[in-house]
Nanobody, 122 residues
Framework: QVQLVESGGGLVQAGGSLRLSCAASGRTGTGYGGWFRQAPGKEREFVAAISWSSLNTYYADSVKGRFTISKDNAKNTVYLQMNSLKPEDTAIYYC????????????????WGQGTQVTVSS
């Protein structure tokens, strides 16, 4: 079974940066790696995704220009570089993988990490 472990979350001031990592055990195959986030009282929302077969990347409008998703296939790891953080970025961040093609649909993701807390103070 694929295991996903997030790390890199923490407390940061507005305008600061964090880099989240998602290490996957074994081979995840082609498809997409994605990041989602969920704030208290809100639904889990899409943040970013990256294709395993290419350098295609996708971002939510709310993070475009500030966050960068990348991957290291040798380490089987997906990263999320988060710059210019805002208080509204505060949430639990989850990484996920899918063998499908619908990167924009959270239900298509087969495996999820446990989440890592990101808190941005003003």
């Amino acid at each position: 079974q694929v295991q996903l472990v997030e790390s890199g979350g923490g407390l940061v001031q507005a305008g600061g940066s964090l880099r989240l990592s998602c290490a996957a055990s074994g081979r995840t195959g082609t498809g997409y790696g994605g990041w989602f986030r969920q704030a208290p009282g809100k639904e889990r929302e899409f943040v970013a995704a990256i294709s395993w077969s290419s350098l295609n990347t996708y971002y939510a409008d709310s993070v475009k220009g500030r966050f960068t998703i990348s991957k290291d296939n040798a380490k089987n790891t997906v990263y999320l570089q988060m710059n210019s953080l805002k208080p509204e970025d505060t949430a639990i961040y989850y990484c996920a993988t899918t063998y499908g093609s619908r990167w924009y649909v959270k239900e298509t993701y087969e495996y999820w990490g446990q989440g890592t807390q990101v808190t941005v103070s003003s």
